[in-house]
T-cell receptor, first 114, second 114 residues
Framework: SQQGEEDPQALSIQEGENATMNCSYK?????LQWYRQNSGRGLVHLIL?????REKHSGRLRVTLDTSKKSSSLLITASRAADTASYFC??????????????FGKGTHLIIQP | NAGVTQTPKFQVLKTGQSMTLQCAQD?????MSWYRQDPGMGLRLIHY???????DQGEVPNGYNVSRSTTEDFPLRLLSAAPSQTSVYFC?????????????FGQGTRLTVV
């Protein structure tokens, strides 16, 4: 079943504005990751945040994680047309010491208007 | 460095036909997985492998078989295709199971079953 749920499902903003998307999940996790998918392409990893971290930055990306609320947010600052894509959060939880794969949300479709 | 390579990119099958989706990675990753992506559903895990000779089921394994005879290759077999298997299929790999690290995705195979 889906673990993460992104909000909003779709977001349209003007170039230069900041974009914020949220992800909620259901169970305890080891880490949470954000991926970008351009239309018709594979997913590209953006950032990973571990369960013991609260905030992480990478270039124009800022990710927060609140394990007490089981939620994460992705902030893209100073958006560009090239940021138009779908963004997915994915959680990883381990059982029995192994890895069971990433569990993805349904994604937020971001459109940057020129 | 090719990363994760999937073939074919597009395929049309008739109901009842069988086929194999190929996936190869050249990064010496232990962990490989197959996902399917349906509209509005995000990505769902079909099967995964934590190393050569070891495979396990994901969330939606019915109708699919996998094997992992080498570290590099992880083919996905559809034994008797059904229209419900119309989807985009993604193969992914990551360095090792049980440790947090990013997944690398192939470009996808768009499969239509008529």
């Amino acid at each position: 079943s889906q673990q993460g749920e992104e909000d909003p499902q779709a977001l349209s903003i003007q170039e230069g504005e900041n974009a914020t998307m949220n992800c909620s999940y259901k169970t305890s996790i080891n880490n949470l990751q954000w991926y970008r998918q351009n239309s018709g392409r594979g997913l590209v990893h953006l950032i990973l945040i571990r369960s013991n971290e609260r905030e992480k930055h990478s270039g124009r990306l800022r990710v927060t994680l609140d394990t007490s609320k089981k939620s994460s947010s992705l902030l893209i600052t100073a958006s560009r047309a090239a940021d138009t894509a779908s963004y997915f959060c994915a959680t990883e939880e381990y059982s029995g010491g192994g890895a069971d794969g990433l569990t993805f949300g349904k994604g937020t479709h971001l459109i940057i208007q020129p | 460095n090719a990363g994760v390579t999937q073939t074919p990119k597009f395929q049309v099958l008739k109901t009842g036909q069988s086929m194999t989706l190929q996936c190869a990675q050249d990064m010496n990753h232990e962990y490989m997985s197959w996902y399917r992506q349906d509209p509005g559903m995000g990505l769902r895990l079909i099967h995964y492998s934590v190393g050569a000779g070891i495979t396990d089921q994901g969330e939606v394994p019915n109708g699919y078989n996998v094997s992992r005879s080498t570290t590099e290759d992880f083919p996905l077999r559809l034994l008797s295709a059904a229209p419900s298997q119309t989807s985009v299929y993604f193969c992914a790999s990551s360095l090792s199971p049980g440790t947090p690290n990013e997944a690398f995705f192939g470009q996808g195979t768009r499969l239509t079953v008529v």
